[in-house]
């Protein structure tokens, strides 16, 4: 349908495309990629979605510098892109680049401390580098959003229960808590048959 009918590629429909893209970009089928990327480009060339797509393909293709490079611009031209700010994110925590996906993440934070997905992400990096102490900083943060997810209860307690600092014994009778209140949390989920309770409250 796209290359017999052009004009079927709409600001309506290129979510589609846009779609189609990302599923080869991520099967490493760059020439449908590059296909799909194209054809959005011919109707929509100064697009900030064809730059983001751009730097995407470039991901796929194993170009990560070109595709750090594109981020980077477009971020510096728009700074409250946050779409790409954390597509940037994502690509540094692919390549093991951890310090720099914290520092890009923090910065974001400070003008953005609703954004409880972001504390999210912030918090899982922090526990990769085994800082205990700052991820669970960032979680508690996510709890004042979603108090009521088991899910999050369960991660606050885990991290208590891992931490080794002086107040040790406090944390775990704090992890006891949140343990138990997240295995509440997840009777009166399965009590009520709600499969959303698991999630995030928006």
Same mark, same amino acid.
């Given at each position: 349908?796209v ?12 979510? !589609? ?8 970009c991520?099967h ?5 990629a590059?296909?799909?990327l194209?054809?959005v ?8 979605k064809?730059?983001?797509?751009l730097?995407g393909?470039h ?6 510098v070109?595709?750090?490079d594109?981020y980077l611009?477009?971020? %510096? ?32 934070? %400070?003008?953005h401390?609703?954004d409880f997905?972001?504390?999210s992400? !912030?918090g899982?990096?922090?526990l990769?580098?085994q ?5 669970l900083?960032?979680?508690?943060e ?7 997810n ?6 606050v ?7 080794q600092?002086k107040?040790?014994?406090?944390d775990l009778?704090d992890?006891?808590k949140?343990?138990s209140?997240?295995? !509440?949390l997840?009777e009166?989920?399965?009590? !009520? ?10």
């Amino acid at each position: 349908m796209v290359t017999q009918h052009p004009k079927f590629i709409t600001t309506e429909t290129m979510y !589609l495309l846009e779609e189609a893209f990302y599923v080869a970009c991520e099967h490493q089928d760059l020439e449908w990629a590059n296909f799909f990327l194209n054809a959005v480009k011919a109707q929509f060339p100064k697009s900030v979605k064809i730059m983001r797509m751009l730097a995407g393909f470039h991901e796929a293709s194993g170009d990560i510098v070109k595709a750090q490079d594109i981020y980077l611009d477009m971020i %510096e031209r728009n700074p409250e892109d946050n779409q790409t700010i954390k597509r940037l994110v994502s690509l540094y925590r692919d390549m093991d680049m951890l310090s720099q996906a914290v520092t890009l993440l923090n910065k974001y934070l %400070e003008c953005h401390q609703e954004d409880f997905e972001a504390w999210s992400e !912030l918090g899982e990096i922090y526990l990769q580098k085994q800082n205990y102490s700052k991820a669970l900083f960032c979680y508690e943060e996510v709890l004042t959003h979603a108090n009521k997810n088991y899910f999050i209860n369960l991660k606050v307690a885990e991290i208590l229960y891992s931490t080794q600092r002086k107040d040790r014994i406090d944390d775990l009778v704090d992890a006891r808590k949140y343990f138990s209140h997240a295995a !509440l949390l997840y009777e009166q989920g399965v009590e !009520l048959g709600n499969q959303e309770f698991g999630k995030e409250e928006s």
